[in-house]
């Protein structure tokens, strides 16, 4: 393949991802003085999922105001282009080597950058039908929810007129959101846990616009030849019964687009599927760093946005000068009520972090005390009650006091009854 023309072969960092994180990262990267910031994004535009999603609401952290997805993504690419960043789209990355290396591809041909660093912001994707296990025949018709939007948003059109909804995380009622605004009539929301995911705001919609809800239920089979004619449905019971329809919406159980750091060098953590990172994102490649939601599935735009802005300061200060970290502190999970943490690594001192908490999820819904330990010793604690798909923040700072050469363990410790 010919090399590409117009693509740069230097930078100071390169973004991987134009998405809320990598445009408000090469906006701030400008900010301090970075000469030379490229964004690279497949799509023909940058702006990342938001761009796909003609909803409210987005913007409130980042402009003080309710926007619609595009015109959320359309201010975010604004700015950084006025501050100076490049913004290459149309450009796959498709291997990063360590060095700083990226191999990149467009429809003109390839080529290679060389970066001093990396920043990995190539947010997360829906599992799709495969990965769920759903059995059957393969007819047209089933989407995740960034599919139906594209369609739905950019392209005008109608995939379906009677779907059904797997899933009840808040990214369903933006599939039910999309398919009232393109008069799509959802004949059921199907959950396989006894409850709706989402927080209790968005639990009324579905009612509101009368859809069903069927709890602790699965699709166990897809029905049609051409387009999807019905889906089988099973629940807890064991009963079964079919479901007419004509499309069916996989929405949610997120998992961070981490094909770049599998394929090359970056050590990954099992809980989140995105790459291992500390407190400032830096992954396992001192030159690689991570932010948005390739930390972990899923966030807000405004969470991405500001993490792409904290981890950008972190990269712009290791840029001038990389401070020596002597002591690092592995966060270890025990049990198996926590699903996941972030960061799964600290680097003392730590001062000025860009992650300025611990984040967690839950595997399941649990109750009890949540602690902090270090060597036998109780660093920091609190009981709560959780749920899953819920962010539960715990205080950093505390570590500074964990034993230098010991893990730290993060533990649940369940009450009975829940
Ligand atoms: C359907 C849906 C509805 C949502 N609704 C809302 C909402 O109403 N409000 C809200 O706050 N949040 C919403 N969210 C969440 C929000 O969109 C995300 O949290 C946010 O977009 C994350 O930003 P990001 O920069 O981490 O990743 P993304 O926005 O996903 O951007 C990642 C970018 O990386 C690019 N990329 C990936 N791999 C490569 C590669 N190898 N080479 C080049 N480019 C690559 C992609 O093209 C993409 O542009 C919604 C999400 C979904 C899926």
Known sequence: MPEAPNLPDACDVAVVGGGPAGLAAATELKRHGVPRVVVLDREPAAGGIPRHCGHYPFGMREFHKVLRGPDYAGRLVARAEQAGAEIQTGVTVTDIQPGGILSLITPEGTGELQARRILLCTGVRETSRAARLIGGQRPQGVLPTG????????????????????????????????????????????????????????????????????????????????????????????????????????TGRFTPEATLARMGHLELDLGTGGPRVDQDGRSSDPNVFVAGNLLRPVETAGWSWKEGLRVAQSLARDLEAPRAREVTLELQIQGDAIRYLVPQRVTLPLEEAALESIQLRVARPARGSLLIRSAGRILWGRRLSALPERRILLPLDVLKNAAPDHPVEVVFEEEEGL
């Open 147 to 250: 599919a139906l939007q594209s369609l739905v948003y950019l392209e005008k059109m109608k995939p379906f007129a009677r779907p059904v909804i797997l899933g009840s995380e808040l990214v369903s009622f933006s599939a039910l959101m999309t398919c009232r605004h393109a008069g799509i009539a959802p004949q059921a929301m199907i959950e396989p846990n006894e409850r709706v995911t989402a927080r209790s705001f968005a639990q009324g919609l579905p009612k509101l616009l009368g859809v069903p809800v069927h709890l602790g239920c699965e699709i166990e089979r897809i029905i049609g030849r051409e387009q999807v004619e019905a889906v089988q449905l099973r629940d807890r019971k064991g009963r079964r019964w079919e479901l007419a329809c004509d499309g069916v919406l996989m």
